[in-house]
């Protein structure tokens, strides 16, 4: 997805596995006005920030593959990268919800 043409939307990268709640996190935010774009896996998240600039990352914490959300929320750190981080997740528990924060 190329947003040149959306300049004037705030732009989401949505990082969840699970198709269903993805396609529903997207409707929501293309509903409001907002570019998104969906991506299952970790891997994929990384690669799609390091190619185009984004607004907000909506992350799941347990993804397939490789790097969950913590991983890919550890590199958007490492990298400086200044965007705003939600992190989702069905599963939660305390540990989670502090490791989020630090």
């Known amino acids: 997805m190329s947003f040149n043409k959306m300049e004037d939307k705030h732009r989401v990268l949505i990082v969840e596995d699970d198709a269903l709640l993805a396609r529903s996190y997207k409707e929501m ?3 409001d006005s907002c570019a998104a ?3 299952p ?3 994929e998240a990384l690669r799609e920030l ?3 600039y984004y607004d907000l990352v909506l992350l ?3 993804l397939a593959g490789a790097l969950n959300g913590f991983a890919v929320l550890e590199r958007i ?3 400086g990268q200044a965007i705003r981080v939600v992190i989702l997740t069905a599963h939660g528990n305390p540990y989670d919800i ?3 924060l630090t």
């Open 29 to 31: 935010l293309v509903r």
């Open 37 to 39: 774009k969906a991506v």
């Open 41 to 43: 896996t970790g891997a």
């Open 50 to 52: 390091d190619s185009g």
């Open 60 to 62: 799941d914490i347990n």
């Open 77 to 79: 750190r490492k990298k």
């Open 98 to 100: 502090e490791r989020g």
